[in-house]
């Protein structure tokens, strides 16, 4: 158990549709991180936030948006669902987000099924 | 110059055999290069790591493998067991990415 929890484990919702993806990070952490992993990209960041401000975006489409609480859990906001959005989204965090030797835990992911 | 490329996208090693799997990169910023073992309906972990400093590390079973010169880095895993059929990940960043930067991931089986 890595200690990232994310909710829900699985999704299924139609094209058009929003949904909204949890993740609470480890005890301690001030960095998430969003990574979306389809078949055929791989692991693709999509955002990275520490202690509640935004700090590098990645290929993050615009229907897509994401925010970190005070309590440092954090949110990704899918809308507009499209077919091709179907994924495993991952979160992750870390204890600090600037230097890059910092071990990230990922959390176990939801997948995301748009029919 | 984001990238990292991962080689060979599928393998299929025997019991007790050596697993090899590279990677290449081009930016020559990355200074953190960490491998990521994904058993089946669960997220990416640690499975070990190496800075640039070092032209390998050693924990367990596994080694990286680090050429800085030829931008590419290595993952070894000696005898090979069952238990370490998953997807592996290798991975770089550098200083102020805030990311890690992925590569396409390699699909191992072990055969009993």
């Known amino acids: 158990d890595s200690g990232v929890t994310q909710t829900p484990k699985h999704l299924i919702t139609a094209t058009g549709q929003r949904v909204t993806l949890r993740c609470s990070p480890r005890?301690?952490?001030?960095?998430v991180y969003w990574y979306q992993q389809s078949l055929d990209q791989g692991l693709q960041f999509l955002i990275h936030?520490?202690?509640?401000?935004?700090?590098a975006k990645g290929n993050i489409l615009e229907r897509f948006s994401a925010q970190q609480f005070p309590d440092l859990h954090s949110e990704l906001n899918l809308s507009s669902l499209e077919l091709g959005d179907s994924a495993l989204y991952f979160c992750?965090?870390?204890?600090?987000?600037?230097?890059?030797?910092?071990?990230?835990?990922f959390g176990q992911g939801t997948r995301l099924t748009v029919v | 110059q984001q990238q990292v490329k991962q080689s060979p996208q599928s393998l299929i090693v025997q019991k007790g055999g050596i697993s090899i799997i590279n990677c290449a990169y081009e930016n020559t910023a990355f200074d953190y290069f960490p491998w990521y073992q994904q058993f089946p309906g669960k997220g990416p972990a640690l499975l070990i790591a190496i800075r640039p400093d070092v032209s390998e590390k050693k924990e367990g079973r596994f080694t990286i493998s680090f050429n800085k010169s030829a931008k590419q880095f290595s993952l070894h895993i000696m005898d090979s067991q069952p238990g370490d059929s998953a997807t592996y990940f290798c991975?770089?960043?550098?200083?102020?990415?805030?990311?890690?930067?992925f590569g396409q991931g390699t699909r191992l089986t072990i055969n009993p």
């Open positions: 991975a770089a960043s550098y200083p102020g990415a805030q990311k890690l930067v």
């Open positions: 936030y520490y202690n509640g401000e935004e700090r």
């Open positions: 005890s301690g952490d001030l960095s």
């Open positions: 992750a965090s870390s204890p600090t987000g600037v230097r890059s030797n910092t071990e990230a835990f």
